[in-house]
């Protein structure tokens, strides 16, 4: 059976809400007091299963040494799609309810399922190059109106290009790490002159990261079905903002130190295959896009994305956006195509940022920028406080899942603090 087949039932409990069904099987780098050695696994409802502790008992056989005793999933990825595909459907067979191998097996059982709770969570991967695309529609559009031109928001090569910039990989950070307000050159409008200051226009960004699992080489271009096989998965990604260094800086060659400080990513990397049975058609591109962008299948997904806000003193988060993947203009593989249209190579572990994600509706802003218009009309939170951007002490969960016939495909979450400036 195919392991997204929804039939499939686990040994493992699973519950019906849990993100982490067998239809999911998302990859991970863990460690825990026991073991502190960082090691690869995969979420199966509130546990962790161990693929080095499998593969170490010949019950998992990839080619080479042990890809899974590895602080990063770069090796495995490295191994390309037929091996992706060919682990997950052994993972997919070891876990179910009616095959003996590891159910039946009290002592592998205890080494190598991990309550989720005694696990420690890592950067999944070695972030090889991180760049950041921006190419929701209704995101750019929003922000054009709110940095340029109201009446005319989208510049000339929007709709022609999946616009990007590089970013920096040395940020990257995991889920739960604390993110330090910047300092930076700020000048708002009224002022005179720049000064060196910490941001007060602290902003996150809702995107999805996408994962490449194969490199390209220098003067290669991409066909759709190429690009298609180099995306081994997905992460939650929240793009942190500063938007007052942002604003002054990015004319004329976009953003640098407004965004360089901090990239937060998910701990769980769900497979593209995971996700094959959301796969939807995007929104119509007029113009059609030039011939090496032209998409023969549908290249979206219905991905659920939503953000909470909790203040120090709130307690309980707030939703304070939902919206969906779907709306993307440009997909992850026209954004790919366009990467090496000029022959840049790609390299296996870049990581590519979608963009924010906002959708057509009011409550589907995926950046405060946005929900509070600059901080001209600041948010409101239950209990009073107001949010033009981050305070000191806010904490921002991005989550994202796919849902069919009650089988939830979930990110989880990538979360992170605000600490003050240094
Ligand atoms: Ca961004």
Redesign the pocket.
């Known amino acids: 059976m195919h392991p997204n087949d929804l039939s499939l039932r686990s040994f493992v409990a699973v519950d019906p809400r849990s993100d982490f069904p067998i239809q999911n099987l998302p990859y991970g780098v863990f460690s825990t007091a026991s073991q502190p050695a960082p090691r690869i696994g995969v979420a199966i409802g509130e546990y962790v299963l161990d693929l080095a502790a499998l593969a170490s008992a010949g019950l998992l056989e990839v080619a080479g040494d042990n890809v899974f005793a590895q602080g990063a999933i770069n090796g495995f990825m490295a191994l390309g799609l037929q091996t992706w595909s060919a682990t997950r459907a052994r993972i997919s067979e070891l876990l179910r309810h009616d095959n003996a191998e590891l159910r039946d097996d009290a002592a592998l059982r205890a080494r190598a399922l991990v309550p989720l709770h005694e696990a420690t969570l890592h950067l999944p991967l070695t972030v090889a190059g991180f760049t ?3 190419s929701s529609k209704e995101h750019a559009s929003n922000v054009g109106a709110l940095f340029r031109d109201n009446a005319d928001p989208l510049l000339p090569n929007w709709l022609h290009i999946p616009i990007g910039y590089n970013g920096r990989a040395s940020t990257v950070v995991v889920s739960g790490t604390a993110i330090r307000r910047p300092h930076g050159q700020l000048k708002e409008p009224g002022e005179a002159a720049p000064r060196f200051a910490q941001s007060l226009r602290l902003d996150f ?1 809702l ?1 999805i990261g996408v994962v490449i699992g194969q490199g390209s080489a220098i003067g290669e271009r991409l066909t759709e079905p190429q690009a298609e096989a180099m995306i081994f998965g997905f992460v939650l990604l929240n ?1 942190w ?1 500063a938007r007052d260094i942002q604003q002054w800086e990015y004319v004329p060659l976009g ?1 640098f130190q407004g ?1 360089a400080f901090a990239t937060s990513i998910s701990p769980w990397i769900v497979t593209r295959e995971a996700l094959e049975p959301f796969r939807v058609a995007g929104p119509a591109q007029h113009p059609p896009p030039l011939d090496y962008l032209a998409q023969a299948g549908p290249n979206n997904y219905d991905l659920a994305l939503e953000v909470e806000l909790r203040s120090a003193t709130m307690p309980a988060p707030a939703t304070i956006c939902a919206t969906n993947f779907k709306f993307m203009y440009w997909s992850s593989v026209q954004q790919l195509l366009h990467h090496a249209s000029s022959g840049c190579a790609m390299n296996v572990g870049d990581l590519l ?1 979608s ?2 994600v906002s959708g057509p509706g009011p409550g589907q802003r995926g950046s405060l920028l946005e929900i509070s218009a600059n901080g001209a009309a600041p948010l409101a939170l239950p209990g009073g406080e107001s949010r033009g951007f981050l305070e000191d002490g806010d904490s921002v969960s991005l989550r994202g899942w796919c849902e069919r016939d009650g089988i939830r495909i979930g990110f989880g979450a990538v979360e992170g603090t605000v600490r003050a400036a240094k």
Request: proline content about 8%; hydrophobic content about 10%; cysteine-free.
């Open positions: 950041d695309f921006y960004e995107e793009d903002s953003p965004k940022g963009g924010t």
